[in-house]
């Protein structure tokens, strides 16, 4: 899985070094450190201009001072990109400049003694619990030494005028208060953001999570295929080829009756072999269609010539109710005849005995719409919700012995949304079903085929002429049926 992004750029994310922008934490360490930087340091300079407002310009001075170098720090991230360094910088200069004040404000009866407390606070944000229980325990000593000097009499001035105190103790009690409320702030937001990555993450957990069930959920579909619609007619060819063996002078008859099975388990093979390597193709955007002209009626046609022999043995009434002049499509000539012949031979797979299937075709202003009806057993409405998905096998199953791989309806949809359209189907349960094509209109428009130079890896070279070899053998097949006897005669040994 790979790595989430980082949160949306900030402005003041310039200052970072390109070492804090390699993992998350990192990141947002380094945000904190410069914005606290930036932010603390512009508080630091406000508290200045008041000091030297109501006349305590040694105050002023050294938040003053303090201040700038606060703000001198975020450069220091951007150069060096060392959180520990400036995490103790911060909380030495701090430590520094309220010592400062406390000695120039009178000790323990200024403002600046009660905001050593705030140190610790400032590195446990900006490092860690290990710095912070440092920094307590630097802060606690120099509380402590004033306290001590105190005790011992040693009184430190106050270098403001006394009209001023209250102002300036009040000014430091609020400054204090707003300094903690800032660190409040970016802690808040800082954990916002971290929550808010954590989500992200989670989200995409559980959608990189149900994408490997879906995978693996494909994985195991795969293998059922490979070892039962696969299995099956391999059992049936080594068995019927075993016979022909067996037998001393078997007639042509024998062998024709034999072969017939071997061909029908052979090209139940071809055709779950075909499937997958169509998926494959389709899954992999090597599948690139065409469009131009396509005249339905002979597609139609042509596929009703070519199923009768399935109907014929169910005694199945297959009718073209396309009519002559029937409108022409837009669309890829090879994939529309793919679609339709899956189409159809669902149809009449079925389609019990004695049934009925019929193709129509309806225009619209902008789409040809082809439907191939039955009466077969139909669908639920829970059903109908499954049937484009890959792999699905349904309650009904083929009346024939036919075979299913439960990805004939996935390819042919994927097939007319790549050339414009769509699939659907009407059924109602125990009343057959209309499963049917929207392909664009031909309005005159101009042929498009899809100038894309693809190069075959290796592995694309092998399908390619594993495919080659599929047809190689159906053409082979096709001629020897065409070609084979009836006769009783034995074969000359």
């Known amino acids: 899985m790979s790595v989430p992004p980082l949160p949306p750029p ?42 030297f407002f109501i006349g305590h310009p040694w105050g002023g001075a050294i938040v003053a001072i303090c201040g700038l170098a606060v703000m001198q720090i975020p450069w220091l991230v951007r150069k060096t990109g060392n959180l520990s360094i400036t995490g103790h910088l911060y909380g030495g200069i701090i430590m520094v400049g309220l010592t400062a004040l406390c000695v120039v404000s009178g000790g323990l009866e200024g403002s600046a003694y009660a905001w050593l407390a705030a140190v610790p606070a400032c ?7 290990k710095s912070a229980l440092i920094w307590s325990g630097i802060g606690f000593a120099m509380a402590a030494t004033f306290v001590v000097l105190e005790l011992s009499r040693i009184n430190f001035p106050t270098t403001y005028p006394p009209e001023v105190a209250t102002s300036i103790i009040a000014s430091g009690n609020i400054g204090l208060i707003l300094f903690l409320a ?3 702030l970016l802690f808040e937001k800082s954990r916002i953001e971290a929550f808010e990555r954590m989500e992200e993450a989670n989200a ?38 075993d016979l022909l063996r067996e037998l001393e002078s078997p007639t042509l008859k024998e062998i024709h009756g034999r072969a017939a099975e071997i061909l029908r388990s052979g090209n139940h093979m071809l055709e779950v072999i075909h499937n997958i390597l169509e998926v494959r193709a389709i899954e992999d955007g090597r599948r690139i269609l065409a469009k131009q ?40 000539p090879g994939a529309t005849r793919q679609v339709l012949d899956h189409l159809i031979s669902n149809a009449i797979k079925y389609t019990p005995p004695e049934g009925s299937v019929w193709i129509t075709v309806e225009v619209t202003a902008r789409d040809v719409v082809v439907e191939v009806s039955d009466t077969g057993p139909g669908l639920s409405q829970d059903e109908q919700k499954l049937l484009w ?24 949809q994927r097939l007319a949304r790549e050339m414009g359209g769509r699939t659907f189907c ?27 130079a693809v190069e075959e890896s290796a592995d694309g070279e092998g399908v390619a002429a594993f495919d080659r070899l599929i047809a190689d053998i159906e053409e082979r097949a096709e001629a020897r049926a065409r070609a084979g006897g009836s006769s009783d005669v034995a074969l000359p040994s």
Not at 212 to 222: A, P, T
Request: hydrophobic fraction near 45%; aromatic fraction near 8%; include cysteine.
């Open 10 to 51: 900030e402005a003041l994310d310039g200052f970072l070094a390109e070492s804090l922008k390699q993992d998350e934490e990192s990141f947002r360490r380094g945000r904190l450190h410069v914005r606290f930087g930036v932010f603390g340091g512009a508080l630091a300079i406000i508290c200045s201009a008041f000091y």
């Open 123 to 129: 590195v446990l944000l900006l490092m860690n619990l």
């Open 182 to 184: 800032l660190l409040a």
């Open 204 to 241: 995409k957990l559980a959608e990189a999570n149900q994408e490997l069930i879906g995978l693996n959920r494909q994985k195991h579909e795969f293998l059922n295929i490979a070892a039962h619609d696969l299995k099956n007619p391999i059992t049936i060819i080594c068995g019927y080829a």
């Open 293 to 332: 002209r396509v005249s339905i009626h002979d597609v139609v046609e042509d596929l009703v010539v070519t199923h009768s022999r399935a109907a014929n043995q169910k005694n199945i009434s297959l009718e073209n109710a396309t009519g002559p002049n029937p409108p022409e499509a837009w669309a890829d």
């Open 389 to 412: 998905e890959k792999f699905t096998r349904l309650t009904p199953r083929p009346t024939g012995d036919e075979s299913s791989n439960g990805l004939g309806l996935w390819i042919s």
């Open 426 to 452: 009407r059924s109602v349960l125990g009343a057959g079903s209309t499963f049917g094509v929207r392909l664009p209109l031909w309005m005159d428009q101009e042929d498009f085929v899809p100038e894309i």
